[in-house]
């Protein structure tokens, strides 16, 4: 049976958060498909990478290196991942859904012949039987996602062109090693054999990368208002509830398009993907949206004055009443038992 390929995606010498997260996941499909869970690292000087690779379970890590290859660009990468796919026809291939992977996917899919699930929730194996003919199939990748603006939750599968592929955003799937590292046996790839000279016409002359100002992804506690704070001025008292935790802000769409703070905090389908130890969601109505980008929190604590508000039905506790009752005296009690 033919192997798993995560691409994986490097900043600055060090491995992506998503591209460790889909070895994680990798490695759970992987066994249960009975394959090697294999790696395709691309760029300048990244073969120190592969040992952390084997951490996290990959078997085999096909090794490019040149100075050609970073930073990334469309045409050299697709050339080489393609020429790998079709030196080794791997059943699946997932890489994440950044703006690289979301440049080089669709591209690569096209090339294959193969489609492409974008933005996945999860990936699942399991078997199929096709309504109309009757065909049976063992063991596709079940690609599970959002649709119809997060109303259904599709599944879709690929029963005959390879490989399936599916793109996962950062933050969707856990990153933890492997119970047993994998072997990370090393196979440099002749890629000069697999790109042409068109693949390298466009040059990077300069290139400027701004860092976040906000980073709500790796916050250990996060208070997150929706668009039940009511206007702009009352979401301030998520933020004054961050700074008394020690925490961060974030926000629903519906209080990000309602003006009340800016687009980098977003949770959800459609913003970030987020597992604190404790997430506030202070007025909220916990649709799917929303929750999807949220609900592997450790703790949710729910304030909403509505008793039947699905974000309830999630939370580890609800406080019934208005936020703007709530959230000053939650303040007040945190002095008072602090001191």
Excluded at 38 to 64: N, R, S, T
Excluded at 140 to 160: E, H, K, V
Excluded at 186 to 204: G, P
Aim: glycine share 10%; hydrophobic share 40%.
């Amino acid at each position: 049976m033919n192997n798993l390929f995560v691409y994986i995606e490097t900043e600055g010498g060090k491995v992506a958060d998503v591209s460790l997260e889909l070895l994680t996941k990798g490695r759970e499909l992987a066994d249960t498909l009975g394959c090697k869970l294999e790696a395709v690292l691309i760029g300048d000087g990244v073969a120190h990478l592969v040992p952390e690779l084997a951490q996290y379970g990959a078997d085999k890590v096909w090794l490019a290196e040149g100075k050609e290859l970073s930073p990334y660009r469309t045409l050299p990468h697709a050339a080489i991942l393609c020429g790998l796919i079709e030196q080794e026809k791997p059943q699946i291939c997932l890489m994440g859904a950044t703006p690289v992977g979301r440049d080089l996917g669709p591209r690569v899919s096209s090339a294959m012949h193969s489609g492409l699930t974008a933005d996945c929730t999860s990936l699942v194996i399991g078997d199929h039987k096709d309504a109309k003919t009757g065909k049976e199939y063992d063991q596709l990748l079940y690609q599970i996602r959002p649709a119809f603006g997060g109303n259904i939750i599709a599944t879709i599968i690929n029963p005959d062109c390879r490989p399936q592929m599916a793109t996962v955003r950062e933050g969707v799937m856990k990153k933890e090693f492997a119970a047993k590292p994998g072997a990370g046996e090393v196979v440099k790839v002749d890629w000069q054999k697999m790109t042409s000279e068109a693949d390298f016409v466009v040059k990077i002359i300069e290139r400027h990368i701004e860092e976040r100002k906000i980073n709500i992804k790796n916050a250990g506690i996060i208070v997150a208002g929706g668009y039940g704070m009511g206007s702009r001025e009352n979401f301030k008292l998520c933020f004054d509830l961050a700074e008394t935790l020690g925490g961060e802000v974030g926000a629903s769409r519906a209080a990000v398009d309602a003006g009340f703070t800016e687009h980098a905090r977003q949770i959800g389908q459609t913003g970030v993907t987020v597992r604190p130890k404790l997430y506030i969601a202070c007025g909220i109505s916990g649709q799917i949206q929303h929750t999807a980008g949220m609900e592997d929190s450790a703790m949710i604590i729910a304030i909403n004055n509505d008793p039947e508000a699905p974000i309830n039905r999630i939370a580890d506790y609800t406080i019934i009443g208005d936020v703007n009752e709530v959230i000053p005296r939650m303040i007040k009690a945190y002095h008072k038992n602090s001191k």
